[in-house]
């Protein structure tokens, strides 16, 4: 039924959640913010809830990739009453250098890809920064499964723009939507997106507070798509 797979990088093959996590605790003990946070978990909370609101408006073309990077580490900051841009600019760069470096990977991943690789060409479907994005792949080892990595700042168009997915079929000389499908842990980026170009979608959610979002599929785990393609 299916011919070419598209897929999600960050919390559908590499996990963010954890890796971020482990980073960011890196460069909190390295930069000594115990000085302005009662804990790293204060800091976490903080800082977790300001860039998810900024990547949703980043995703939505309200803010710059500049003011993105910049503001989620200000934020937390200006919140414990340092106004230290310079700072903010600092620990942001920091994190964005050992981030790349961790290799967590969601459960079942490698297995994952090994099964779809041998049947299928894959492509990487990401609104992750660039530079960020391939050394992640390099880091993990897991770039010789894909045949094609496209990124939104490539692409010229950001998730759930179906611009982006048009661009993943061009490169996979693909013009029938209906041979692809997308497997994505955000609903507003990977499953909104994939049904505006039209193509099927398998929804791989992180919480449990989903189950009413309509996608083509739906999975707990990535072992489940066996049964799917």
Not at 77 to 96: F, S
Not at 170 to 179: G, T, V
Request: glycine fraction near 4%.
């Amino acid at each position: 039924m299916y011919k070419f797979i598209f897929i999600d990088l960050d919390d559908t093959i590499w996990d963010f959640h954890e890796n971020a996590r482990l980073s960011l605790a890196d460069m909190f003990t390295d930069r000594r913010l115990d000085r302005y946070f009662s804990d790293f978990e204060e800091f976490f909370s903080i800082y977790a809830k300001k860039n998810i609101e900024l990547w949703e408006a980043y995703g939505k073309g309200e803010i710059t990739k500049d003011f993105l990077m910049a503001e989620r580490f200000r934020y937390p900051l200006a919140r414990m009453g340092v106004n230290d841009q310079e700072l903010a600019e600092e620990i942001g760069h920091q994190y964005l250098e050992i981030l790349p470096t961790k290799t967590a990977l969601m459960p079942y991943a490698i297995e994952t890809l090994d099964y779809l690789s041998s049947k299928y060409p894959l492509t990487i479907i990401s609104n992750g920064f660039t530079e960020v994005q391939y050394r992640k792949i390099r880091s993990s080892n897991i770039g010789h499964y894909f045949s094609h990595i496209v990124l939104s700042e490539a692409a010229g168009a950001l998730k759930p723009d179906k611009r982006i997915f048009e661009y993943a079929m061009q490169l996979n000389d693909c013009s029938n939507p209906k041979e692809c499908i997308m497997i994505g842990d955000s609903y507003e980026a990977d499953i909104v997106g994939a049904q505006n170009a039209e193509i099927d979608q398998v929804y791989y959610p992180l919480n449990t507070d989903a189950e009413n979002k309509k996608a083509t599929y739906r999975i707990k785990s990535l072992r489940e798509l066996r049964e799917i393609v």
